[in-house]
């Protein structure tokens, strides 16, 4: 178990082989070795609660400020003698 251990944490005090060596330079536009792509299904964005109270707000605005224009409407009618 010790083995498997240092194994895999690349523990090994005593060898040469797992020193530090200076890293090579890259240029700009070498290539990275580590790119991958990572796909999963795409998670669709909900608005936030804020933004769900504002649109409703808008909505029921709308329908009075109709509901209000309709009841000018009528009361000129009404005063004007043409309803």
Do not use: C, H, K
């Not at 890293?23 to 936030?48: F, I, T």
């Amino acid at each position: 178990m010790a083995l498997t251990l240092l194994r895999r944490r690349r523990i090994a005090p005593m060898r040469q082989e797992f020193e530090r060596r200076p890293m090579q330079p890259r240029g700009p536009n070498a290539p990275r070795s580590d790119d991958y792509l990572v796909e999963g299904e795409e998670m669709a964005e909900q608005p936030s609660t804020a933004a769900r109270v504002a649109n409703t707000a808008q909505i029921v605005l709308i329908i009075v400020m109709a509901i209000l224009a309709l009841a000018i409407v009528w009361l000129l009618g009404v005063v004007f003698n043409i309803l």
